[in-house]
Nanobody
Framework: QVQLAESGGGLVQAGGSLRLSCAASGRTSSRYVMGWFRQAPGKEREFVAVISGSGGTTNYADSVKGRFTISRDNAKNTVYLQMNSLKPEDTAVYYC?????????????????WGQGTQVTVSS
């Protein structure tokens, strides 16, 4: 089992920045693909970003490209999401996910493990 714990959410003004962290514990492995998803009120959960186990491959939703950066520190079992130039439409609960299948996580949102989520609110 792997436990994922997100942190770093909060309230920020439009144009501001936040960095989310996802700390993994339990049977962690650098082979796990990690990703970030978000769900706004009344909307379905959507893909935000994904990173391979080595960190060498990343992918982003079009809505966040150029503004968000996903990274990982395998020595700390932690994945990060640096969010810049935040917009009100970025307001959502952000979830961390882990799986062994890059394509499944990126394309279909299928993960073996999910965190509890952290709230990000961007005011206009």
């Amino acid at each position: 089992q792997v436990q994922l714990a997100e942190s770093g959410g909060g309230l920020v003004q439009a144009g501001g920045s936040l960095r989310l962290s996802c700390a993994a514990s339990g049977r962690t492995s650098s082979r796990y693909v990690m990703g970030w998803f978000r769900q706004a009120p009344g909307k379905e959960r959507e893909f935000v970003a994904v990173i391979s186990g080595s960190g060498g491959t990343t992918n982003y939703a079009d809505s966040v490209k150029g503004r968000f950066t996903i990274s990982r520190d395998n020595a700390k079992n932690t994945v990060y999401l640096q969010m810049n130039s935040l917009k009100p439409e970025d307001t959502a609960v952000y979830y961390c996910a882990a799986t062994g299948d890059f394509a499944a996580l990126w394309r279909r949102g299928i993960a073996d493990y999910w965190g509890q989520g952290t709230q990000v609110t961007v005011s206009s």
